[in-house]
């Protein structure tokens, strides 16, 4: 193999062992990945990786040049896919990789660089500040009342998705016979689909005149419609997931349990969700995701006006007056997003920032969860 | 269930009770339903029972009883009745079979129900206000649970082993101890930090020591109490005992402390905190049997004599100040039915069936079932509520004309459908409903007819041409049916298919006389062999002749003599390509050849005149198209004739294994492309529609690219067939959007569809006819594929056929057809003139759609392979691993936000259609690559290994094994995604903008333009504002009263059909594939 193509990467690597001794394997390594190729396969791969990088440059930096080095790679590959078609296609899938990555990356560094400005504004006042005023244009921007507006809706939706989304789970896994099970497990999945604008929709126009009726409500959207509703429709996930959860339990484990003479409820109650506890709480936790950053259904029901219902005494009534309006984060981002004030967008950005950060708490956590049910599970198998 | 348990064990007696509480619990639930009724505001409170039962019996009885009486008479009978089974049970007056205690669970949800009955109650009494004694009291009991918890958790890992019995006794001092301990603790705490507390310590030290004392008495006789219900048998257990009990004093101490502190003693929550804990006592410390039916049944015939006393009537209301509402009887009263019918029921459920293991799981399962039904039923509901409101506005101006038919034949009373049906389409329907029959009468019998019937369901056996024999029998069923359906019915035919029917039937039946009859005679004779070996022969034979004996009759009837040479021809071509499926082995390049000689012939035997001159000059401008300028939709079918072209070319060079396929996608290639191809230049004398051809396209191409994937394969062909595919659709969907006309009220323009229609009809034949004798199982998977294949190309070949003569000679479907359609909702643009419609935001949330597809799928299905087959496996692939679902679970609202600040200033600074689908193809990248990775991960090592040991490189195991078996999971995840994308509205508010309706959809492919500066392609019409479902729902919710709400249910309705048929597509994918990996 050997020869001129390679000997610039074998000088390199000469000079990596003799300097550093400690990364010997790792040089070795990269020379003989290298001494493999040939020269063709070496040109698709540096070709092609440093257009795939000119382009991606190009697209952040000066995005009306990105066609060049676009059609540069697609021509490499193009070449590559015939000559070299093992190389490429590992070229190509580590690409895929990159840009995914990428992707993923660009969205947590916008996110936070544009609301630098407003945290280093606020510093740690834009979560502590209870006080009025919590808004207002290029000075104050304190997102308690948002965050108060979400944690209310979230824990409205937890008390509905969190134990009729168990019940349905259970229902499904264990008492539904055969038939029904058939039906109703994919038939929720279905009803996972129903969009969110179609819940706000049903809330604005239905459920708001149902609490102006019925709870004598003065004002327009109610926190406690939005939290139902959002729970509702957090509620086939956690169905459908806890479901899984309890599916996962091997059958041996529940065996066990019924030739001791245990009833199917016993077996339920003190194996089966012992044993899917974790897996439920991952599902519980995956629809309180939902719940959190559920926008539309949200903005179609609360009116939409920052305020923070009675703390300290500031409000004009209790902090548990949940039938009053509020705002939430993500409605708030959604009411707000044609402000004129430059400012006030990059306020929306921290909103963003703080539900980002929760939910991805949220869903790291469950997946711990989950995976410590899964190793646990695999243990006692 | 119970019922089981039950059934060695019950006594007559018992089986009188039991018919009892059964009545009590069918009350019950009677009353549950009703109240739900109630809640959702189908029957009020006030409605008379005589209203609801319309009955003379017992008129005396019910007059002027209302439902708000019955409730209360229900919950205060049950609940009686419930309460005198526990004491009988007690009593031991019924056999029952109880435990200990019921336990701390009902006991904390009871008490939780007696405190709100009782606030509810008593804030009636005394005046509702903040309660901040009881905040000190919650307060309390949490410091006091969780420090008693931990004391004593320590204590125990502190204590060492001793015997069981030792250990409870002298955990009982222990408690005392710690109990004595904590409060003293807590109690200091409380007030030497307390901030406002300006007492002296020594007053505090001296308050502190007595109370100290007695609640470490109290804990401990608590504890104890506790110990019969949670029956502890771990250190665990019992420091969860001894929680509750010091959580039960620092609840007292907290209060205490507030009274001390002079926050005020509230009126309302003192009577609910003493209710609430003498419920949870009556719970927990008595046996099961009377611990949880008494408080249930108290509780329930409590709320039942409110009612009955009218305490709380039916005009009671409440609006307690600093509340932004209030309440009213209209929703407090059901919700209080709803509590306490659910308390009878569980109890009732518990004493049907003696209380003790059998019991609970009644009771249980009663209450899970309840709450899963109740869960069902509200979604249900929701999605049944949405149809029923906008179907009014979905439906408005909807005029399925000829599409009616069938159902104005079947019900002529159906309302809302009008106009005068097509003749052609009731013959067709009936026809094809033959051919269904007819298929599966052909597939019940070809196993008799081989003799060869197993016993297992999967092994019943077929012989390889069952197929065929189910595609003829179903064919002649078809035509059968069609001319029973038009004498039955007393309809006139169309003549050309009739007459070409006759024609079928004639020559069809003489070739089973003459082929198929004598093979079967021979076959007696010289054994199954023969038949299997020259079965398929006959049977092609016959519908070799039959089809002609059909084109032969079509093509006799009145047309020019110039049109019915095109019949022939498209009758030869589907031949031709039936012929090349099924003998390419034997000659591929003259199956190849073969549809080009024809078109040749025809044109020659055409007057060697004009025609062909087009076709040359046709080509030459397809050659010269690739220029600056042209717009796409001209570019494309140049490319792909060159491609085919060689195809075609490869396969005349190479007539090896290779060859041969490349024949079978030359023969595709060439006859959908004849079809792209006549449009473009034109024939004489005719005027095929665009979508015809464009439609055969994209099914010839989409049935044999199904057909590779369901192979498991994939060559030339299907790379040929998915090109065929694209191109088909994007043809397809451009003739039928292109003809939206917003604003004007125009439909679909009519012959554009008709012949598509008529076209699936018999390809749905074929359909049938290969999945039923596929779907058997039979013999080897290579026979199972190809008749599947043959009968999907024998069925696009007749629709061909048919579709063409139809148009060609002139005999078409606009005689018939003032409209096959009139749908204005969907077809409109928006319109203030005319009836509003979606068609632009359809068409835009189907380009979004295909944008964030092509996006995000191959970006996440290389990433997925690269990471599981290329990457080490380790920290960096298990942080993507989590990365990606923490992104996955990301808000929507955040994607847009990052589409704001990242691509808006990209792509020209204003919203865009392109920016729109950027961001959804970024929402569905992590799923697309969760999902992936998942089903790769699930495919064996085993297949791996077994690739490898073949010598196969890694690339070629990836791409040819494990992908393939990867591929189900991958597309499921990628159905569902787009799912949930295609719904989704936070996003685009952000970044799409176009919440205002648009009169006419997007067309995309219109507004490539090659440009001579960078990037060289421009689309205007990406970088514009579209419109999309969801944002013009959106735009409803945000005109507020100005917003036309029955727009907005139509819109709502139209977009849940959208998504919602993604789910089920998805769910059914994963289904059929699930069983099929399962079956292998």
Redesign the interface.
């Known amino acids: 193999m050997g020869g001129t193509p390679v000997s610039l990467f074998g000088y390199l690597a000469g000079v990596g062992r003799r300097t550093v001794a400690g990364g010997r394997d790792r040089l070795r390594k990269t020379e003989r990945h290298f001494e493999e190729r040939t020269r063709g396969e070496l040109a698709v791969e540096v070709l092609g990786g440093g257009s795939l990088v000119a382009a991606i440059a190009a697209f952040v930096q000066a995005p009306e040049l990105v066609a060049f080095p676009l059609v540069a790679f697609l021509l490499v590959t193009g070449y590559g896919w015939f000559a070299h078609q093992e190389v490429t296609a590992r070229l190509y899938t580590f690409s895929a990789t990159v840009g995914t990555v990428l992707t993923l990356g660009l969205i947590t560094v916008y996110l936070f660089a544009h609301s630098l400005p407003i945290f280093q504004m606020m510093g740690l006042d834009i979560v502590t500040n209870v006080d009025k005023p919590w808004w207002v244009d290029g000075q104050v921007y304190s997102m308690v009342p948002m965050m108060y507006g979400t944690f209310v809706t979230t824990m409205l939706a937890l008390l509905v998705c969190g134990p009729l989304g168990i019940a349905g789970a259970i229902y499904i896994n264990e008492i539904a016979s055969g038939t029904i099970r058939e039906i109703v497990k994919p038939g929720v999945e279905i009803l996972a689909g129903i969009p969110s604008i179609v819940y706000g929709y049903i809330g604005f126009k239905i459920l708001n005149s149902y609490m102006r009726d019925e709870f004598l409500q003065s004002g327009f959207g109610s926190l406690l419609v939005a939290g139902l509703v959002v729970g509702v429709m957090a509620l086939p996930t956690v169905v459908s997931i806890g479901e899984d959860a309890l599916e996962t339990v091997p059958n041996s484990m529940k065996d066990g349990s019924v030739a001791m003479g245990a009833t199917d409820w016993q077996t339920m109650k003190s194996i089966t969700i012992p044993a899917a506890f974790s897996g439920l709480s991952a599902a519980v936790l995956l629809g309180l995701g939902r719940a959190v950053g559920e926008t539309m259904a949200a903005t179609a029901i609360l009116g939409g006006a920052i305020k923070l219902p009675g703390f300290g005494g500031l409000g004009d009534t209790a902090y548990w007056d949940i039938i009053r309006p509020g705002e939430t984060l993500t409605t708030l981002i959604a009411n707000n997003y044609g402000s004129a004030s430059q400012t006030s967008i990059r306020a929306l950005f921290a909103a963003g920032v703080i539900l980002f950060v929760t939910v991805a708490i949220l869903s790291i956590t469950s997946q711990y969860i989950e995976n410590r049910m899964q190793k646990k599970l695999r243990g006692e198998r | 269930?119970s019922e089981a348990?039950n059934s060695d064990l019950v006594t007559e007696e018992v089986g009188s009770v039991n018919r009892a509480i059964t009545v009590v619990i069918g009350l019950s639930l009677l009353s549950f339903l009703l109240a739900c009724t109630v809640l959702l505001?189908y029957v009020s409170l006030e409605t008379p029972l005589s209203a609801l039962v319309p009955t003379t019996v017992g008129d005396g009885a019910l007059s002027g009883a209302t439902v708000f009486d019955l409730f209360g008479l229900i919950l205060f009978a049950d609940g009686l009745a419930v309460a005198l089974f526990g004491i009988a049970s007690r009593a031991n007056v019924i056999d029952t079979d109880p435990n200990e205690s019921a336990g701390i669970v009902p006991g904390t949800v009871f008490g939780f129900l007696a405190f709100c009955t009782g606030g509810l109650i008593a804030s009636q009494t005394f005046g509702f206000s903040?309660p901040g004694v009881l905040w000190y009291g919650i307060v309390g009991f949490l410091v006091g649970a969780v420090l008693w918890f931990v004391l004593t958790t320590a204590m125990f890992k502190l204590g060492g082993s001793r015997t069981r019995q030792d250990e409870w006794t002298a955990r009982r001092y222990e408690t005392a101890i710690v109990g004595g301990v904590g409060s003293v603790t807590l109690v200091v705490a409380l007030f030497v930090f307390g901030p406002v507390v300006d007492n002296s310590l020594l007053d505090a030290a001296v308050l502190a020591v007595p109370v100290a004392l007695a609640s470490g008495v109290v804990t401990g006789a608590i504890a104890r109490g506790g110990r019969m219900a949670l029956a502890p048998d771990t250190p665990g257990d019992w420091a969860r005992a001894v929680a509750l009990g010091g959580g039960v004093v620092g609840f007292f101490a907290g209060v205490g402390f507030g009274l001390f502190r002079g926050t005020g003693i509230v009126g309302w929550s003192a009577p609910a905190v003493a209710l609430a804990l003498a419920v949870a006592a009556l719970t927990i410390v008595p046996r099961e049997d009377v611990g949880s039916t008494l408080p249930a049944g108290l509780l329930s015939a409590f709320l039942g004599l409110v009612l009955l006393t009218r305490f709380l009537g039916p005009q009671w209301?409440w609006?307690p100040e600093?509340?932004?509402?209030?309440?009213?009887a209209?929703?407090v009263v059901p919700s209080l039915v709803v509590v306490g019918s659910l308390l009878t029921v569980w109890a009732g459920s518990k004493a049907s069936s003696d209380f003790g293991?059998?019991g609970?799981?009644h009771g249980?399962?009663l209450?899970?079932?309840m709450?899963?039904y109740?869960?069902?039923g509200?979604?249900?509901l929701?999605?049944l509520?949405?149809f029923s409101k906008g179907w009014g506005s979905v439906a408005n101006g909807f005029d399925p004309s000829t599409l009616s038919v069938p159902f104005v034949t079947v019900a002529p009373e159906l309302p809302g459908l009008s106009g005068v049906g097509s003749p052609l389409l009731v013959t067709t329907l009936i026809a094809a409903l033959g051919g269904v029959v007819g298929v599966g009468v052909a597939r019940s019998t070809g196993a008799k007819v081989t003799g060869e019937t197993g016993t297992g369901t999967r092994t019943w056996s077929k012989s390889p041409h069952a197929g065929s024999a189910a595609a003829l029998t179903g064919f002649f069923a078809f035509c059968a049916g069609g001319l029973l359906g038009t004498m039955l019915l007393g309809l006139e035919a169309p003549a050309p298919l009739w007459y070409g029917t006759v024609g079928a039937l004639l020559t069809g039946t003489a070739a089973l006389l003459l082929v198929v009859v004598p093979l079967k005679v021979a076959a007696r004779f010289r054994g199954p062999d023969f038949e299997r070996q020259y079965g398929p022969v006959a049977l092609w034979a016959a519908v070799g002749a039959t089809a002609l004996g059909f084109l032969v009759g079509v093509a006799g009837i009145g047309a020019p003599p110039a049109d019915r040479a095109y019949v022939v021809l498209f009758g030869l071509l589907g031949l031709g390509v039936v012929a090349a499926f099924r003998y390419r082995q034997v000659s591929p390049t003259v199956a190849s050849v073969l549809p080009f000689v024809l078109l040749v012939t025809v044109v020659l035997i055409d007057g060697l005149g004009e025609g062909w001159q087009l076709v040359i000059n046709g080509i030459q401008a397809e050659i010269a198209l690739p220029v600056v300028g042209l717009t796409l939709p001209e570019t494309v079918p140049g490319v792909v004739l060159l491609a085919f072209g060689a195809g075609a070319v490869a396969t005349a060079v190479r007539e090896d294994e290779l060859g041969a396929r490349l024949v079978g996608g030359a023969v595709v290639g060439t006859f959908g492309l004849l079809s792209v191809l006549l449009p473009v230049v034109g024939m004489p004398g005719v005027a095929i529609p665009g979508a015809v051809p464009a439609g055969l396209l994209a099914v010839v191409g989409a049935l044999v690219f199904l057909r590779d994937l369901l192979d498991r394969r994939g060559d030339v062909r299907t790379g040929a067939a998915g090109v065929a595919l694209v191109v088909g659709v994007v043809f397809l969907a451009r003739y039928f959007l292109g003809e939206f006309t917003g604003g004007v009220g125009d439909g679909l323009a009519t012959p554009r569809v008709g012949p598509f229609v008529v076209a699936v009809v018999p390809l749905f034949l074929g359909w049938v006819a290969g999945r039923t004798t596929a779907g058997t199982g039979f013999g080897e998977r290579h026979d199972a594929t190809r008749i599947l294949t043959t009968s999907l190309v024998a069925g696009v070949a007749a629709a061909a056929t048919l579709v063409v003569a139809f148009e060609v000679a002139g005999m078409g479907f606009t005689p018939f057809d003032p409209g096959w359609l009139t749908w204005p909702f969907v077809t409109n643009g928006s319109s203030l003139r005319n009836i509003n419609g979606v068609a632009p935001a359809i068409v835009g949330t189907v380009w979004l759609i295909a944008g964030a597809v092509l996006f995000a799928v191959?970006?996440?299905?290389?990433?997925a392979?690269?990471?599981t087959?290329?990457?080490e496996q380790g920290r960096f692939t298990s942080l993507?691993g989590?990365?990606?679902?923490?992104?996955?679970?990301?808000?929507?609202?955040?994607?847009?936000?990052?589409g704001?600040?990242?691509l808006m200033p990209?792509?020209g600074g204003d919203e865009s259609l392109l920016g729109g689908m950027l961001v959804l193809g970024?929402m569905l990248?992590?799923l697309v690559?969760i999902t992936t990775r998942e089903s790769i991960k699930a495919v064996p090592d085993e297949y791996r290994d077994g690739s490898a040991a073949l010598g196969v490189?890694?690339?070629?195991t990836?791409?040819s094994v494990v992908l393939p078996a990867a591929l189900p999971g991958a597309i499921t995840g990628v159905i569902?995604g787009v799912?949930?994308i295609?719904?989704?509205?936070?996003p685009l508010?952000?970044i799409l903008g176009g919440t205002q309706g648009a009169g006419s959809p997007v067309d995309v492919i219109e507004g490539f333009r090659f440009t001579a500066t960078?990037?060289?392609?421009a689309n205007e019409v990406m970088m514009e504002q579209a419109s999309a479902l969801?944002l013009r729902?959106?735009a409803?919710?945000k005109a507020g009263v100005g917003g036309s709400?029955e727009f907005?249910?139509g819109t709502?309705m139209v977009?849940?059909m959208v998504?919602?048929s993604?789910?089920?597509i998805g769910?059914a994918t994963r289904?059929y594939f699930r069983r099929k990996l399962d079956y292998e």
């Open positions: 269930m348990y505001k903040t209301q609006q600093n509340l932004g509402g209030g309440f009213v209209p929703v293991a059998s609970r799981q249980a399962y209450l899970i079932s709450t899963a109740g869960m069902i509200v979604l249900a929701l999605l509520f949405v191959p970006l996440g299905i290389g990433g392979i690269f990471l087959e290329y990457a993507v989590i990365a990606t679902n923490a992104l996955w679970s990301t808000p929507s609202i955040v994607y847009g936000l990052f704001f600040a990242f990209r792509l970024f990248l992590p690559l490189n890694k690339w070629q990836i791409r569902l799912g949930r295609a719904g989704e509205t936070a508010i952000l960078p990037p060289f392609v969801p729902l959106w409803v919710i709400t907005g249910w709502a977009l849940l998504v919602l993604f789910y089920v769910i289904k």
